[in-house]
Nanobody, 130 residues
Framework: QVQVAESGGGLVQAGGSLRLSCAVS????????IGWYRQAPGKQRELVAV???????KYSDSVKGRFTISRDNTKNTVYLQMNSLEPEDTAVYYC????????????????????????WGQGTQVTVSS
């Protein structure tokens, strides 16, 4: 059974930084792709960044150049380094793991798998004050 646990959220001032962690267990991590998503109050969940099993990355336009997604296969963990944070980044951040089902898939297929059938954690709150 795939288990996903996010950590690292908190309260930070605008312009500050945070690093979120997504720890995954119960799956062969090296073939697992991970996506970070966020949901602000009253808004739909949105994709933030994705890293494939092979290390390829994709970012939403709103975070490109400010956030960096990376993975450490020795620790079964994916990180989201968030710099130059803005109040608009305030949200609950979630990660989704595909468990390997998207291995080798095209980006559209992988994104669909992560969004619709991935294993999700409980989220971590990020609050950016102005």
């Amino acid at each position: 059974q795939v288990q996903v646990a996010e950590s690292g959220g908190g309260l930070v001032q605008a312009g500050g930084s945070l690093r979120l962690s997504c720890a995954v267990s119960g799956v062969t991590f090296s073939v697992t792709s991970i996506g970070w998503y966020r949901q602000a109050p009253g808004k739909q969940r949105e994709l933030v960044a994705v890293i494939s099993a092979g290390g390829s990355t994709k970012y939403s336009d709103s975070v490109k150049g400010r956030f960096t997604i990376s993975r450490d296969n020795t620790k079964n963990t994916v990180y989201l380094q968030m710099n130059s944070l803005e109040p608009e980044d305030t949200a609950v951040y979630y990660c989704s793991a595909d468990g390997g089902s998207g291995y080798g898939a095209t980006w559209p297929t992988l994104l669909a798998i992560l969004s619709n059938s991935g294993s999700w954690g409980q989220g971590t709150q990020v609050t950016v004050s102005s």
